[in-house]
């Protein structure tokens, strides 16, 4: 399946964004889905991941309380609404899928192209 990520752009510290992952030609209602992202120079991070009913998630460390995944309720996107950024999120986005949560933070079988969030302070 081919994931698509969208949404990204510049934004001050402390604005709000939201990013859209959404898989071509097929449903997200069959994958888990996560979300990475990577700064220049760094690892890549894990950021938050939604099980195929909504009924686990999970956050990376780094975003809990500011940053929530949900599906739309057309099962075709995984939304990522990212607030009280901050320039430290300044990144590359990427959504991923896989059969579960736990498969989706270490071992995504499907990856989507990245989007840029930059954080300007």
């Known amino acids: 399946v081919q994931l698509q990520a969208s949404g990204g752009g510049f934004v001050q510290v402390g604005g709000s964004l939201r990013l859209s992952c959404k898989a071509s030609g097929r449903t997200l209602s069959r994958y888990a889905v996560g979300w990475f992202r990577q700064a220049p120079g760094k690892e890549r991070e894990f950021v938050a991941a939604i099980s195929r009913g909504s009924t686990i998630i999970d956050y990376g460390d780094s975003v809990k309380g500011r940053f929530s995944i949900s599906r739309g309720n057309a099962a075709t996107t995984v939304w990522l609404r990212m607030d009280s950024l901050k320039p430290e999120d300044t990144a590359v986005y990427y959504c991923?899928?896989?059969?579960?949560?736990?498969?989706?933070?270490?071992?995504?079988?499907?990856w989507g192209q990245g989007t840029q969030v930059t954080v300007s302070s």
């Open positions: 991923a899928g896989a059969d579960s949560p736990s498969e989706v933070r270490t071992a995504p079988q499907y």
